[in-house]
């Protein structure tokens, strides 16, 4: 039987909270006479002048604590589990879907699916609408969670049915036009399939989004992600280059529509297609404050763009270093370009770039961050290093010095020999790590 209530996991120092006598291991029964069902219960509520809150000692006293406070100041706790309740899994059995052309063998926590609103709006994971319930939708409108960010594939009820292998699919659209009327701000994203939501279905979706401006406020095309672990899966093909030109011809017609009507380019193209297009990256201004750039879109720019303004700066010397570096063979001809750039004004700084080949999933998967530390030593042991190897902090798990394949930071410097610094994702980052 679930316990009723929350568990507190820490009280910050100085607090409300510790100020009342609150400690880790109570648990938070309601506020203002309202049970909490989750974090977006706990923060529309706690968010007041005034608030009652009842909390359950270790001995089982319950307290009831009168708090008088700034409108949004913060009580000072934490609970146990960051969402207040169980993760929500995703039931869909999607084409394109990664974790299924995962191999076995990984940690567990790789092949969980979640398709969960409520990480949506704290983490900006997208989801497909189809798990949430007529009540996940009126609390968002009562709680103006924005953004929300929805995986719309395609507008076409029954591609989307098929792509989605849910039968529910098409109909769980209609909850994006809910959003819409109750002036909730979206973004959206596709993620296209060669011979499935492509081509004329790409130009009906592009036409269908666009009535939600300005609430879907921008919307991503990005290329499916294969990987060689497929069996069994929808046999689905790889973009050639002439089909990325014809994918950035009908985006740039649809940017160049919206940016008259809205003064906004609404729909933007992810990085890989000018890559495989072999087409210049837009300006800075086309990506409209990069409202998609955790979704890999206009990320080449922005780094290239902080990168030069950096390099800019600085008057150059004489110093001598050497260094490696490795990195996916997606970013290595732009790495490249860098490199030669701070050359320029420091000609004594030696670094050796190694573009690393994904074996483990595959030589289509071409991105830093599903790169495995098996790979990267199997490829580069025995290959000059310098006295430092920089790894991008795409490829470690968010918070963690761990790869996906469980190896750390330090297995990785005891492997290899070398001093391993994590470089963020920045192009100023990148010319302090490199010229230190």
């Not at 929350?6 to 291991?25: K, R, Y």
């Not at 591609?159 to 819409?180: H, P, T």
């Not at 800019?312 to 490249?336: C, W």
């Amino acid at each position: 039987m679930k316990t009723k209530g929350h568990l507190i996991n820490s009280v910050s120092q100085g607090s409300i909270a510790e100020e009342l006598g609150v400690e880790p291991g109570d648990y938070l029964i309601s506020i203002n006479g309202n049970e909490i069902e989750d974090v977006f219960d706990y923060r529309f509520l706690v968010n007041d002048e005034y608030i009652e809150m009842v909390i359950r000692k270790a001995d089982g006293e319950e307290w009831e604590l009168d708090i008088e406070k700034d409108y949004d100041e913060e009580i000072g706790i934490d609970f146990e589990n960051g969402l207040m309740d169980d993760y929500r899994r995703c039931h869909n059995k999607c084409i394109f879907c990664f974790i299924d052309q995962m191999p076995k063998g990984m940690r567990e926590t790789l092949y969980f699916k979640d398709d969960d609103s409520r990480l949506s709006f704290l983490q900006g994971n997208y989801v497909t609408l189809t798990n949430m319930s007529d009540h996940d939708v009126e609390r968002i409108i009562k709680y103006r969670l924005e953004p929300i960010n929805i995986s719309f594939q395609t507008t076409n009820p029954e591609l989307r049915c098929k792509m989605l292998n849910n039968r529910f699919a098409g109909e769980a659209l209609k909850k994006a036009q809910k959003f819409y009327e109750a002036g909730i701000i979206m973004n959206g994203q596709i993620v296209l399939c060669k011979g499935v939501n492509d081509k004329e279905e790409l130009e009906r979706s592009l036409k269908d989004l666009s009535q939600y401006m300005p609430y879907l406020q921008s919307l991503s095309v990005v290329p499916v992600g294969l990987s060689k672990h497929r069996e069994g899966l929808y046999p689905l093909e790889s973009f050639t280059k002439e089909d990325a030109k014809e994918v950035l011809r009908c985006i740039h017609k649809w940017q160049d529509k919206m940016y008259e009507k809205y003064e906004s380019h609404f729909v933007h193209a992810g990085d890989e297609w000018y890559i495989l297009a072999e087409e210049d990256f837009p300006e800075e201004e086309n990506y409209d404050g990069y409202l998609q750039y955790e979704n890999g879109v206009g990320m080449v720019r922005f780094m290239l763009d902080i990168f030069e303004k950096d390099v800019k700066a600085h008057s150059g010397d004489n110093r001598e270093r050497e260094i490696s570096m490795v990195t996916g063979k997606l970013m290595y001809p732009f790495l490249q370009q860098m490199i030669k750039r701070i050359n320029e004004k420091y000609p004594k700084v030696q670094v050796h770039l190694y573009g690393i080949r994904n074996d483990f999933f595959g030589e289509k998967i071409t991105v830093a961050g599903l790169l495995t530390a098996q790979d990267i030593i199997a490829q580069i042991q025995g290959k000059p290093f310098g006295d430092r190897l920089l790894i991008p902090d795409s490829m470690l798990r968010s918070g963690e010095r761990v790869f996906l394949d469980d190896v750390t930071v330090a297995e990785m410097e005891k492997t290899l020999q070398v001093k391993v610094d994590i470089v963020k994702s920045s192009g100023q980052d990148f010319v302090d790590k490199v010229l230190e």
